[in-house]
């Protein structure tokens, strides 16, 4: 079976980053939208399962690329 990927913005701190850790911990793999990926560099979602990708919400193509990128 194919494995899902849960695909989260706003990741890099608050309630964003608490549910990526949590899908984390729980096995899940992730691909996070963020507006700078390196902000994670380190942590624990800097993870072999973890995406990351540029994604600005204001910009309709950021988030074609990155949900093509999934």
Do not use: F
């Not at 939208?33 to 399962?49: E, K, M």
């Amino acid at each position: 079976m194919k494995q899902r990927t849960v695909l989260i913005s706003g990741a890099s701190r608050g309630i964003g980053r608490a549910v990526a850790e949590r899908l984390l911990k729980d096995g899940h793999r992730l691909s996070l939208g963020l507006r700078d990926p390196s902000v994670l560099d380190g942590t624990a979602l800097d993870a072999d399962n973890v995406q990351r990708h540029c994604y600005d919400a204001l910009d309709p193509d950021s988030a074609s690329a990155w949900v093509g990128a999934c």
